[in-house]
């Protein structure tokens, strides 16, 4: 087995464990975070995959799709999900621009390291800066969304 697959198998394990720790109260923002970033992910990811600013070799259902299954289906907002459910409502301005921030660092820098080690990412026209600013601006319409769909639900 490739050191690929090996990789794609414990992203998975380890992205569906860390859904486990989204508290019970919490789970119907997680969800509509994930099915929201889902929707914009997808569509985005394809786009960016058919324009020849990504490519990924080694992917699931390569013969279906050109785009990351694994990253654009499930990773991605699977921990949008956790963003959101943990996102800091009470705390200052810039503590929530650092949570931002940490998130979408820890996301970078794992696929840029993939980009240069593994067959998993490729970049073309793309960059670990480029990834990092379309995480935060995606990250921000995705708690834009919720804040909008439970309308004051969450922030009273």
Do not use: D
């Not at 694994?70 to 990773?75: A, G, L, Q, S």
């Not at 009470?90 to 820098?109: E, F, G, N, P, R």
């Amino acid at each position: 087995m490739r050191i690929e697959w090996i990789i794609l198998c414990i992203v998975w394990i380890v992205t569906a464990g860390l859904l486990f720790t989204i508290p019970k109260n919490k789970r119907r923002v997680a969800l509509v975070a994930f099915l929201f970033k889902q929707a914009i992910t997808w569509v985005i990811g394809l786009a960016v995959v058919q324009y020849g600013f990504i490519t990924y070799p080694v992917r699931l259902f390569a013969e279906v799709n050109h785009a990351s299954f694994t990253y654009e289906f499930f990773v991605y907002p699977a921990i949008c999900g956790i963003f959101n459910a943990f996102y800091p409502n009470s705390k200052s301005a810039i503590y929530k621009i650092v949570y931002y921030s940490m998130y979408c660092t820890v996301l970078t820098i794992p696929e840029v390291w993939l980009e240069k080690h593994t067959e998993l990412i490729k970049y073309k026209h793309w960059n670990g800066y480029v990834t990092w600013i379309s995480l935060f601006i995606t990250f921000f319409m995705s708690r834009w969304f919720c804040k909008w769909f439970f309308r004051g639900l969450l922030w009273k």
